[in-house]
């Protein structure tokens, strides 16, 4: 997702320029925003070691009529950050370096206010972004960007700091369903075959939610169950306080307290809730599931704690404080799994730290030294890294200018090496690449080593014929990868490109 934070006064653009805008007066949120400069982009995550989401099925209700508009094989991309939701895809044969001039662009799509990367599915990419007064959910023709059905959602959302209005949390796609969740809270599902509503649920009214920061980030996570009639649970961070509890008043953030619905599972069928846990607010990580000693386990990274829950039952089996002091910061990005341990990072305090879990109990390896930010190799903001080999490489670094894509040992936390430039960067892996969107439109392929950044390709995307540059910042959402094609979200416009044909 992304949360942005913003100067009262004075709104500072990616370029450094001053622009006089409308802003809050409240010294303290002032404040925040001279220290923020950003948003967290919803780019929440599954990251299982081996542990797979549940894929498509058309024997589903959901799939009636629902047939695939690929032309290719390979492999959808349905959840955020990817099938698994750790950012990394299988497709080979990719081909690079590209032209001087970069890739081919198969086509371009305008785009309302937003910051989340599209989901793809049954060749059909699901674009959520919002115009005047609706949040807009688009299915357009993965291949061709033709568009095959339209639905509008009203909203009234306003964001605390001044970004922009729109969904920050990507769609998730599962047995023919779309689920989305915006910025205020509403979570719907639709028919992917025609956007036909099929449940909604207003979860901010519903459980009396108090407005945080920059609205609704974490994207939904799915989960089949075991026991009993084995539905699948559309499970999201919910973060609601009582209804005669907590003030309303943004200004009073500090007073907020949660009240049983940190996590909410709903039916995916129908829309019913199955179970709500924990008194934690909401935060803009994706939960993910993984398997821990033969369990399957969530792990959720709310506002103050990281928890371990059995989604059966929405039991909380252990939790871990790791956080900022500061009231105005946030948590982001999404924990990194491998094997029986977890990785969290974050950019306003402690950094990061390695967990282990043992027992359904969490372990501490590792963390970052206390008051060595400066020190500290991986700070990450939104951007969730991606593990390969060992290494961990993504993004470091609170603001545009001083962000540095590197790359660090999974076990130990050391750097490797790091590249300035590219802001606060989203990465995926590719074919033993990493495909990098910088945060001012760049696009880079770098290889997957820990010995240098080796730049393959680096290139500005532009039209062929106007020359006008395709991708404004920021480009803050996670770059999409399914069946050799490449999708891509600055300012304003969805991008599509043909990995495989350059």
């Known amino acids: 997702m992304v949360a942005p934070s913003i100067d009262a006064v004075w709104l500072v653009d990616l370029a450094g320029r001053r622009r006089r805008g409308k802003g809050l007066q409240m010294n303290v949120l002032r404040i925040f925003a001279k220290c923020l400069i950003s948003t967290f982009i919803v780019y929440g995550s599954i ?28 492999e959808d991309w349905s959840l955020f950050l990817g099938p698994t939701g750790n950012g990394r895809s299988k497709l080979r044969g990719l ?35 919002r115009i005047a007064g609706d949040e807009r959910l688009r299915c357009v023709h993965a291949e061709t960007g033709e568009l095959i059905w339209e639905e509008r959602s009203p ?11 729109g969904p920050r949390s990507s769609p998730i796609l599962c047995d023919g369903y779309v689920i989305s969740y915006g910025a205020e809270g509403l979570l719907a599902c639709r028919r992917l075959v025609d956007g036909s509503l ?48 907590s003030p ?36 803009y990580s994706t939960p993910l599931l ?64 390695l967990l282990g879990v043992e027992n359904d109990l969490f372990v501490e390896r590792r963390r970052d030294p206390p008051r060595s930010r400066h020190r500290n190799s991986l700070r990450c903001h939104w951007a ?31 750097l490797h090496w790091k590249e300035p430039g590219l802001g606060r960067a989203g990465c995926v892996l590719v074919d033993g690449v990493l495909i990098v969107l910088s945060e001012f439109g760049e696009l880079l392929v770098i290889k997957a080593s820990k010995k240098t950044c080796e730049i393959i390709s680096r290139c500005e995307l532009v039209d ?39």
């Open 47 to 74: 990251c299982g070691n081996g542990f797979s989401q549940d894929r498509d099925a058309d024997s589903k209700p959901g799939t009636d009529e629902l047939n695939s508009l690929w032309s290719r094989p390979g």
């Open 95 to 129: 081909v690079v370096p590209w032209a001087e001039t970069g890739p081919e662009v198969c086509w371009t799509i305008e785009l309302g206010e937003g910051y989340c990367g599209p989901s793809v599915s049954k060749g059909r990419a699901i674009v959520f972004d």
């Open 155 to 165: 909203t009234g959302y306003v964001d605390m700091f001044g970004y922009d209005g």
């Open 198 to 245: 099929q449940w909604k649920v207003e979860t901010g009214k519903e459980f009396h939610v108090v407005p945080n920061f920059f609205g609704v980030g974490a994207s939904p996570v799915i989960y089949k169950t075991t026991s009993g009639s084995q539905r699948k649970l559309v499970i999201v961070q919910v973060g609601g306080s009582a209804s005669d509890g």
């Open 248 to 283: 309303a008043d943004p200004q009073r953030l500090d007073l907020v307290k949660g009240f049983d619905s940190g996590l909410v599972a709903f039916d995916i069928e129908n829309g019913s809730e199955v179970w709500r846990t924990s008194n934690e607010l909401a935060s």
């Open 290 to 353: 993984n398997t821990f000693d033969g369990e399957v386990r969530l792990l959720a990274w709310m506002r103050d704690r990281l928890l371990l829950i059995d989604p059966e039952s929405g039991a909380v089996k252990d939790s871990f404080f790791w956080r900022a002091k500061e009231l105005f910061s946030v948590v982001a990005a999404s924990p990194v799994v491998h094997a029986a341990e977890v990785l969290l990072s974050e950019t306003y305090g402690p950094g990061s730290v």
């Open 384 to 414: 969730t890294p991606v593990l390969h080999d060992g290494c961990v490489y993504g993004t470091t670094g609170r603001n545009a200018g001083d962000a540095l894509f590197v790359c660090t040992d999974w076990r130990t936390g050391e």
């Open 464 to 502: 062929r014929q106007t020359r006008d540059t395709l991708l404004s910042p920021p480009c803050w959402a996670s770059p999409v990868v399914a069946h050799g094609y490449l999708y891509i979200r600055g300012a304003g416009k969805l991008v599509c490109i043909d990995l495989m044909n350059q």
